[in-house]
């Protein structure tokens, strides 16, 4: 299977900031299969992106992503307090799908 | 509007069965492919089951194949997973969760609020 690493694990930053986060595949992943979610407190996860850099319905375009192959970014341009979460990446090229183990971003 | 609710959640001792089902409602459920989602207290997500809309296509972890079945009653709009030999590492809130494809395996847009599993003696 797939082994996604998100890095960093977390993610200290201040309102306002710029938020950068990775996912590495341990083998290429097909087509650009990758997705991510959001995941706050308390609440089932959110789909942000798929296909890599296409945002979700209602996503804001502060949320962009990017990459191919094996390496994967996920970028918050200017942090907003709601988006204070947790975040996973998830491959569906390869079976099975896996997700990575997710990236914290707290309040600095 | 999609929903997603899952029941039959509950303690249950090593080895013993449960059966979690799943009611959506705000979409054409045999449109789309389904499957079960689960995270364990304080950790990630891990993919359990999937299953496309008439059920020619199903799938498992390596880590409940063999114990889990998943499938789905069409006419009811309702997703099964019957979870057998359960162990204690199978103690995890459950999602169900909604595909955008039918056909195949893609990503998730749709998520219920889970159902939780407790697997202990």
């Known amino acids: 299977e797939i082994v996604l690493t998100q890095s960093p694990g977390t993610l200290s930053l201040s309102p306002g900031d710029r938020a950068t986060l990775s996912c590495r595949a341990s083998r290429s992943v097909s087509t650009s299969n990758l997705a991510w979610y959001q995941q706050k407190p308390g609440q089932a996860p959110r789909l942000l992106i798929y296909g890599a850099s296409s945002r979700a319905t209602g996503i804001p375009d502060r949320f962009s992503g990017s990459g191919s192959g094996t390496d994967f970014t996920l970028i918050i341009s200017r942090l907003e307090p709601e988006d204070f979460a947790v975040y996973y990446c998830q491959q569906y090229g390869g079976s099975p799908q896996t997700f990575g183990q997710g990236t914290k971003v707290e309040i600095k | 509007e999609v929903q997603l609710v899952e029941s039959g959640g509950g303690l249950v001792q090593p080895g013993r069965s449960l059966r979690l089902s799943c009611a959506a409602s705000g979409f054409t459920f045999d449109d789309y492919a389904m499957h079960w989602v689960r995270q364990s207290p304080g950790k990630g997500l891990e993919w359990v089951s999937g299953?496309?809309?008439?059920?020619?296509?199903?799938d498992y972890a390596d880590s409940v194949k063999g114990r889990f079945t998943i499938s789905r009653d069409n006419a009811k709009s309702s997703l099964y997973l019957q979870m057998s030999n359960l162990r204690v590492e199978d103690t995890a809130l459950y999602y169900c969760?909604?595909?955008?494809?039918?056909?195949?395996?893609?990503?998730?847009?749709?998520w219920g609020q889970g159902a939780l599993v407790t697997v202990s003696s």
């Open positions: 299953i496309t809309w008439g059920s020619f296509k199903i």
């Open positions: 969760v909604k595909d955008v494809g039918y056909a195949d395996f893609l990503f998730f847009d749709s």
